[in-house]
């Protein structure tokens, strides 16, 4: 045990008030309690909201999340693991070091990739309203991807901006990751990818900040916006506008950040008359720096639709509040 966990343990921490008296063990062995019913075509994604502070302070928390992830693949009939973003804490090295062996876990046994957040920018970078990712991009540079089927490309030479493929139940599946507050250059590179698939793609878009806590998109006057960072850093409104909003093919958008209750889910109608899902999970700022809950979204191809779970392998619990567990009819997703 390093000399500085120590310290955070004597010292005390906020994140460790009214919390359990110990660290649970490892989630239990009996079979998880969500059926996957591959032979129905059913298959899910694993969604991994910010894990800043396990990077910074539990670190434990961390490698229990992808260690699970790693062992429900089959189970779960994984297809996609997506980070929103918000990686680390501070953005020290000791905290990299924890994310790529994380992350680790998953190489050659799932398709995954992360988009960085505002805290995975250099601390001096955006104090100035500059985009440094150099640190992020030690670890998910696309080198890290070399030579992965699955995986599609990337804007420029860093892997702030990338996009992978799955196919499931007849249907390929685009997923693309966008940086933090995106620019309208990378709006644009976006927007010209998602149209040269727009005959055979189902797109899942994911990036760090788009839907508010008050289940509408991140606008002006919201908490947490980028423009306090850089006022050329688009919001999740002006992503609807210039991007999603103009694609009949994106039919999802995932997203971390923002706090207050942490979540938020609404379905809005683009310019073709299609919905798109738009989904926020966030736990950051809960006990131990949000406790290992994860998303899980299990796809229903026969039903056309989608189940969403909140499960923490950490703790080896689910919760069950309506902004947690629901479930959504999404034929548009689907052949």
């Known amino acids: ?11 005390g921490s906020p994140w460790l008030e009214a919390q359990p008296p110990s660290v649970p063990t490892e ?14 075509d059913e298959f899910s994604l694993i969604v991994v909201p910010d894990t800043q502070r396990y990077a910074a302070y539990f670190p434990e928390i961390f490698r229990r999340q992808f260690r699970w992830i790693r062992d429900q693949v089959a189970p779960l009939n ?38 960085p ?19 992020f991009n030690a670890v998910f540079s696309p080198k890290r991807f070399a030579g992965r089927s699955w995986y599609g490309g990337n804007k420029g030479v860093t892997g702030d901006n990338s996009f992978g493929y799955f196919t499931a139940a007849g249907q390929e599946y685009m997923v693309l990751g966008l940086e933090y507050g995106p620019t309208d250059d990378t709006l644009a590179w976006a927007d010209h990818l998602v149209s040269n698939h727009e005959d055979n793609h189902k797109v899942i878009l994911f990036t760090h900040c788009y839907l508010y806590h008050d289940d509408t998109r991140l606008g002006d006057g919201d908490d947490y916006n980028p423009h306090n960072s850089n006022p050329a850093w688009n919001d999740g409104e002006q992503i609807w506008e210039k991007l999603v909003s103009r694609r009949s093919n994106i039919g999802m958008v995932l997203s971390g950040h923002v706090k207050g209750d942490g979540t938020g889910v609404q379905v809005s109608t683009n310019r073709d008359g299609r919905p798109v899902l738009e989904i926020l999970a966030n736990y950051q700022f809960l006990g131990h ?47």
């Not at 045990?1 to 010292?11: E, K, N, P």
């Not at 100035?128 to 150099?134: E, F, I, K, P, Y």
């Not at 619990?317 to 479930?327: A, G, I, L, N």
């Open 1 to 11: 045990m390093s000399g500085a966990w120590i310290a955070l343990l004597v010292l």
């Open 27 to 40: 989630a239990s062995a009996a079979p998880f309690p969500i059926i996957v019913d591959a032979s129905r």
């Open 78 to 115: 994984v297809k996609f693991v997506l980070h929103v973003g918000d990686v680390v804490e501070e953005g020290d090295d000791a905290e990299w070091v924890v994310a790529d062996e994380s992350f680790a876990l998953l190489d050659g046994v799932v398709p995954y990739l992360a988009v």
């Open 117 to 135: 957040g505002n805290h995975d920018l250099s601390k001096a970078g955006i104090r100035q309203g500059l985009r440094d990712t150099t640190k």
């Open 289 to 335: 720096g949000g406790q290992g809950w994860l998303r899980i979204l299990k796809f229903a191809p026969r039903e056309k639709r989608l189940e969403v779970y909140t499960y923490s392998p950490w703790l080896d619990q689910f919760r069950e509040e309506p902004d947690q567990r629901f479930s959504r009819e999404v034929p548009w997703m689907f052949p």
